[in-house]
């Protein structure tokens, strides 16, 4: 059967959607004008050592907010994940890994994932880790990484995992920021074929300031070549093999960090976002289940890294919190070739598909075709997550990935709230592609207009929530006065999500995007502050500005003009210095796509930098630059579009 008319014969068994228009909203009205009833439910999801009492304990204030949920519960992450899945689920898969090598797979059971997380666990122990200590995690995406996770929060240590694709400085500025003891690592990353020299970027990290705090790396052998072993080093495998399998959970607090996760933000330095133990478990638990409509029998995949928020709540915890088969990928979409995707989906029998549409995307552009090896029989949902699917994504995915079948649930949410904030939660008829629509349970979103007043019925504003939910991130690591600022100082009285949507005449939301100085590049959040300090280190550079623009495929693209000192010349070469400047101290991910050299850059008289102005001509809108009358120097504007770079 060709694509299209395998599509149009499953067009007519279209699948339920997670939950109905009415059951939606009774449940929602129910969590939003009884909340401690309605919470005092849910966390019965998790196996509490000491049952809470208090619920709720929330106030969002514009110098001072108090988050707390279930205060007084007793609880270990792990064994929510692991031992109390043992009696039912012993046998059952809690992780099946497929390897960047379509040849590579390995199936952990519930029982042997808590063994090896006991195991780890006394290792983290013999080397003196324990509860409140700090880890760092570099890790490539293998069921050890997961192990470690677990690990951690078995002996109530904080783990920290950093995204492999950021370079040494970016990592050494993260085990600084929260001073880990430990980092682990893998020796290589395989993706796409390639290899990735994880340990070597740590060696270099560690070599830079800030970073003698690390007494120990571990580090777990992926590869075939010989490790360059530091006197510092040791090679987890062959310790953990001498550990036993049996390690009391540690009695935990609910309030008590899980973890740290860095995230940028439209200035400074990235911020290490800190989770709790109670209130993030129970979220991430609770929105995997319902938004997916998880079964028992479901093979669940979500194609995040654990380096991002994503890997953490709906690939490690959230699945594993609910007795899940979860499906780790070390690899990429695109290796050997397009096709991979719905070859995992076959081989595994995957049901859930969780995905961005920047990978979507890239699938797309090489035709439907592209998922002629696969037939993806088994799938029943697909979600997405990370930026807003276009309509041609969403059909894409419908008609092609999900042969007309699956209900798509697009997942609006941040590395701030710990899991999803909003999705189509309505009947499969009613859902509007391209649209977040509803709040979660217990959510109450509202719009803000630039005076700070409600905007009331259809319209579009800055997205804040109005009140606390339990998944949201409780401080920065180490500097709660920027929370307080960052967060709730915007609209006071409200949590700040640096996003604008729009509310249609139905009151369903559409997210247009950031309106911060943040790109989202091909799911990836980046601070344009942090590039800039990047490229502004260079001595040719007087002064950069760095702006999204639209991309096909990554969503935003990076566009930086760039200011050079006086006797400076523009070359390719020097193109090619800011570059690797950039992936110096940021990753690769980084990667800049245009560079314009600005002879100067629009200011206001005040000497602010008129970023809607640089968007715009980046954008290629110069015919809607709007009021430039303010500028100091108008003439500027005039050079810049002549110069603009076409990409
Ligand atoms: C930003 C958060 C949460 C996991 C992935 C990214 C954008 C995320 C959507 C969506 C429109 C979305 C927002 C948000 N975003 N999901 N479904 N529709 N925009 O986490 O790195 O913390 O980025 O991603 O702009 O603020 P993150």
Redesign the pocket.
């Known amino acids: 059967m060709s694509q299209s008319a395998h599509a149009m014969a499953g067009a007519a068994q279209k699948l339920r959607s997670p939950i109905s228009e009415q059951d939606y909203r009774e449940r929602y009205r129910y969590s939003i004008e009884s909340p401690e009833a309605f919470w005092r439910e849910e966390m019965q999801r998790l196996d509490w050592m000491r049952t809470p009492e208090k619920i709720i304990n929330g106030h969002f204030g514009e110098n001072h907010s108090r988050i707390k949920w279930f205060e007084d519960g007793v609880l270990n992450v792990s064994a929510n994940c692991l031992d109390r899945h043992l009696e039912r689920r012993g046998d059952k898969p809690a992780i099946i890994w497929e390897g960047d090598n379509p040849d590579h797979q390995r199936i952990i059971t519930y029982r042997e994932l808590h063994q090896q997380t006991g195991q780890f666990a006394n290792m983290l122990k013999a080397l003196g880790v324990g509860r409140g200590d700090t880890v760092t995690l570099y890790m490539p995406m293998i069921p050890e990484a997961a192990i470690a996770m677990l690990a951690c929060a078995r002996i109530g240590a904080v783990h920290s995992v950093v995204f492999g694709g950021f370079s040494p400085e970016a990592l050494a500025g993260r085990i600084s920021d929260c001073a880990s003891r430990v980092v682990i690592t893998s020796d290589i990353s395989r993706r796409g074929g390639k290899q990735v020299p994880l340990k070597k970027n740590v060696d270099e990290a560690l070599a830079i300031k800030g970073t003698d705090c690390v007494e120990h790396v571990l580090v777990v052998p992926c590869g075939e070549a010989p490790i360059d072993w530091q006197s510092r080093d040791i090679d987890a495998c062959a310790m953990m093999k001498e550990q036993s399998a049996t390690c009391d959970p540690e009695a935990m607090g609910a309030e008590n960090p899980l973890f740290i996760l860095y995230?940028?933000g439209s200035t400074g330095t990235p911020k290490g976002l800190m989770h709790t133990s109670g209130g993030y478990l129970l979220y991430a638990a609770m929105t995997h289940q319902q938004i997916f409509d998880l079964r028992e029998d479901d093979v669940y995949w979500c194609a995040?890294d654990v380096g991002?928020?994503?890997g953490h709540?709906y690939v490690v915890y959230g699945p594993l919190a609910n007795g899940a088969t979860t499906v780790m990928f070390e690899g990429v979409p695109s290796y050997p070739d397009y096709g991979r995707v719905g070859e995992v989906i076959d081989r595994h029998n995957i049901t859930i598909f969780y995905t961005?549409?920047t990978a979507i995307r890239a699938m797309m552009r090489h035709g439907d075709h592209v998922m002629d090896s696969s037939r993806r029989d088994s799938l029943r949902l697909i979600g997405?997550?990370?930026?807003?699917?276009n309509p041609q994504a969403w059909h894409f995915s419908h008609q092609i990935i999900g042969n007309g079948r699956c209900p798509i649930m697009?997942?609006?949410?941040?590395?701030?709230?710990g899991g999803?904030m909003?999705?189509p939660l309505t009947d499969v008829d009613n859902v509007k592609p391209g649209a977040?629509m509803r709040p979660f349970f217990g959510v109450r979103p509202a719009l803000m207009d630039a005076e700070g007043q409600h905007i009331e019925g259809e319209g579009d504003g800055s997205l804040v929530i109005e009140g606390s939910w339990p998944g949201q991130a409780r401080t920065i690591w180490g500097n709660h006065e920027r929370f307080e600022e960052t967060y709730f100082s915007t609209h006071p009285g409200t949590y700040f999500?640096?996003?604008g949507a729009h509310r249609d005449a139905d009151g369903d939301y559409w997210?247009?995007?950031?309106i911060d100085d943040?790109l989202?590049v091909s799911?990836?959040?980046m601070g344009t502050a942090e590039i800039e300090s990047a490229l502004v280190a260079h001595p040719a550079v007087a002064e950069a500005a760095v702006v999204g623009f639209p991309h096909d495929v990554k969503g935003q693209g990076i566009y930086a003009y760039i200011t050079l000192m006086q006797g400076a010349e523009s070359s390719e070469a020097l193109a090619t210095e800011l570059n690797d400047v950039v992936r110096r101290d940021i990753g690769a991910i980084a990667k800049l796509d245009a560079i314009q050299w600005a002879p100067g850059l629009p200011k206001t008289r005040s000497g602010k930098i008129m970023r809607r102005i640089l968007r715009k001509i980046a954008a290629n809108e110069v015919d809607s630059l709007g009021d430039i009358s303010t500028l100091s120097d108008p003439d500027v504007v005039e050079a810049l579009i002549k110069e603009r770079i076409q990409h």
């Open positions: 995230t940028s995040a991002w928020v994503t709540s961005s549409p997405t997550v990370g930026e807003p699917i697009d997942t609006w949410w941040q590395t701030e709230t999803h909003m999705a977040t999500t640096g996003d997210i247009t995007g950031r943040v989202n799911g990836h959040r």
